[in-house]
């Protein structure tokens, strides 16, 4: 009888911990925590990184607007038909993303929110109001409908919330703590085997600007953003994915063709040339170290030209001096646009006379060749011309695509 009492004791005691052990897991699945808002007014975080706003906001003196269209008109016949054709400046400092998305003539003057020609995801690398939406209404919800469905909402210029975890801890004692705020971005690194979670430091800070600075296209009814990586990120590969899912942007109103649009493909660019494949990141050359007033280093939020911090930045690669690599940046470009140039005038007498050979009776069966070579020559050509650093981050590689 007292073994027995000895036993019972000794179990009950055993048996203590675990339902101690159930009763706190129950209540720690019972009440998941709640996610933190996004917070997308970036001077809510300047006291925290005083020297990181005041820098950020300095991108406001990046303020000359240049009009790409009057600087080279053969790019209204190549994009004949779009929106492009009517506007389209040079970039500008961060600063002016909300205004210059809001005054191009290529959202078409909308009278109402479900009026005019571009979806919501146009608004989507310009505001930490994007990732905020995301949070709150999902993906869906957020690219549903017309671009100017979004005006009320998108009010705060790309900042903080876009590239850092902002609600974090860490953020708060002063650590980057870098995150992928657009799902899509993750998607699409997870899809070019580079999970962001797994990623190390340094790919991590180019990963946040490859957010952005991507091709990319609106995919299905609701025309959300993807990035065409799925077969690769080199211009073939892409083009081999949008021909496989026949998908163009637009139909050149001349030559009747089936084209495709690039956009600012920096992150594809930069991974092909001799920066990305050393891992020297976009932060090192756009954002570097720099000392305030009392000497503490900080990133600079000024992304703007590495020659304009050169001892911060080139000079910790290079030997050559400043006068030295600008004389060959300087050459780089050069052979560029000249091949640039050539390039165009080759497609736009290829345009015109695919019109007028259309307008000679020519059967779509006759055009198809002749349309397939001006759909992939101009491809090539535009994601080498949309990527305005091209002759920084891969010269080699612009004059592979504008000779190919």
């Not at 209204?76 to 009517?86: D, E, K, T």
């Not at 109001?129 to 999902?138: E, M, P, S, Y």
Request: charge should be neutral; glycine fraction near 6%.
């Amino acid at each position: 009888m007292t073994r027995i009492k000895i036993n019972a004791r000794r179990i009950f005691s055993l048996l203590i911990p675990f339902f101690f052990f159930t009763s706190v897991h129950a209540e720690q699945t019972a009440a998941p925590a709640k996610p933190v808002t996004v917070e997308a007014k970036n001077e809510t975080f300047a006291p925290q990184h005083p020297d990181q706003y005041l820098s950020w906001k300095a991108t406001s003196e990046q303020s000359e607007r240049v009009d790409a269209l009057a600087e080279d008109p053969r790019l209204v016949i190549l994009w004949a038909g779009y929106p492009f054709s009517r506007d389209y400046n040079k970039p500008r400092g961060h600063a002016f993303a909300v205004t210059d998305v809001r005054e191009t003539l290529r959202t078409g003057a909308p009278k109402n929110a479900e009026d005019g020609p571009l979806p919501m995801a146009c608004w989507s690398c310009k505001s930490p109001d994007v990732a905020r939406l995301i949070q709150k209404d999902g993906e869906d919800g957020y690219f549903h409908g017309k671009w100017a469905r979004g005006g009320p909402e998108i009010v705060n210029n790309l900042g903080c919330a876009d590239c850092h975890n902002t609600a974090s801890p860490e953020f708060a004692k002063g650590k980057p703590e870098l995150t992928l705020s657009r799902p899509y971005a993750a998607r699409a690194m997870e899809a070019i085997g580079k999970p962001f979670e797994k990623a190390g430091r340094f790919d991590q800070q180019s990963m946040v600007c490859g957010q952005c600075h991507v091709e990319y296209y609106f995919d299905g009814k609701n025309k959300a953003v993807k990035f065409p990586w799925d077969d690769g990120m080199k211009v073939e590969n892409m083009e081999q994915y949008y021909d496989k899912i026949a998908f163009s942007d637009w139909t050149n109103s001349l030559s009747k063709t089936p084209m495709l649009k690039a956009q600012h493909p920096e992150y594809e660019t930069w991974t092909a040339g001799i920066h990305g494949k050393n891992n020297v990141t976009c932060i090192d050359c756009h954002m570097p170290k720099v000392q305030n007033a009392e000497g503490k280093l900080y990133t600079d939020h000024k992304i703007g030209n590495p020659f304009d911090n050169f001892a911060q930045t080139c000079a910790n690669c290079h030997t050559q001096d400043k006068a030295a690599l600008q004389k060959v940046v300087a050459e780089r470009k050069q052979s560029i646009n000249d091949l640039k140039i050539k390039v165009e005038d080759q497609l736009v007498h290829a345009h015109f006379e695919a019109k007028a050979a259309l307008d000679a009776g020519a059967t779509e069966a006759e055009m198809k060749p002749i349309q397939d070579d001006i759909r992939h020559a101009q491809w090539r050509w535009d994601l080498a011309i949309a990527s305005h650093g091209i002759h920084m981050h891969a010269p080699e590689e612009g004059l592979r695509m504008l000779g190919t």
